[in-house]
């Protein structure tokens, strides 16, 4: 099937958008191929700003209105406890918010931008969605990562080459109950890394302190700003560890 294929066989659908590659092209190749799409943001402790951001951003450059759904997910004690399978419940909460807002809004068809690349990744997530009926255009159409990130390029979408994101409840161990306060120290200490110019890397808290990953090709240089980043990350994180294995 090619996503032309779909969005004529399912013309009108609601979009679960998180200003990230995936989610990015799907609304732009469902405004393309004219299908009415609604784009809606879950915001919750997990998403950092910049998320926000850019899916406003990419949301004006296509021309979509952008709904924005306000969730405290740490309500739910099945996700805040952090267990194994936290991805399932959080899932469950998000795009059960999402799919009683849409249907309000005359949406029957909710879809995600998982795509083929992500067909093994995060089992407990995509387990919810798959019960929840959610469908994923890309998966279904066969597109990798890697092709969504051309097809990207060539619509001249500035996400094309946006670092893949995880939420922020991923940089918090499993088993380890997340707070609030952990969540707002990853984020301030992943943003002032943005701002010495790192790329893909990831701020884990790791008993208390925070254990800095880095790409291939920026070890190097996070090893010759390490007072830097020590003085930058300190109103976040007393200690201050590097990873030695490169993401």
Not at 163 to 183: F, K, M, N, Q, V
Not at 198 to 220: K, T
Not at 221 to 229: H, P
Request: aromatic share 8%; net charge negative; hydrophobic share 40%.
């Amino acid at each position: 099937m090619e996503l032309r294929t779909f969005f004529r066989e399912h013309p009108k659908v609601a979009l679960g958008f998180s200003g990230g590659v995936d989610s990015s092209y799907l609304l732009y190749a469902a405004r393309e191929y004219g299908a009415e799409i609604g784009a809606y943001f879950i915001k919750s402790q997990f998403q950092p700003d910049f998320e926000l951001a850019d899916a406003k951003r990419l949301a004006e450059q296509v021309g979509t209105e952008l709904r924005i759904l306000k969730c405290d997910i740490l309500a739910e004690q099945s996700v805040r406890e952090n267990p194994q399978d936290r991805c399932y419940y959080c899932k469950n909460r998000i795009f059960g918010l999402l799919a009683e807002a849409a249907k309000a809004d005359g949406y029957e068809v909710i879809i995600d931008g998982t795509n083929l690349s992500d067909e093994a990744a995060d089992r407990p997530g995509m387990k919810a969605l798959a019960e929840m009926e959610v469908l994923s255009p890309l998966r279904m159409c066969g597109i990798t990562k890697a092709r969504v990130r051309e097809l990207s390029k060539e619509a001249g979408l500035f996400t094309w080459d946006k670092p893949a994101y995880a939420c922020l409840a991923t940089r918090i161990p499993s088993g380890t109950p997340i707070t609030e306060a952990d969540l707002k120290r990853v984020e301030g200490a992943e943003s002032e890394l943005e701002a010495l110019g790192f790329r893909d890397f990831r701020v884990r808290v790791f008993g208390g302190a925070a254990r800095l990953q880095f790409c291939s090709g920026q070890m190097e240089r996070a090893l010759e700003k390490r007072n830097e980043i020590k003085a930058k990350l300190k109103p976040h994180f007393d200690i201050v560890l590097l990873d030695l294995e490169e993401r």
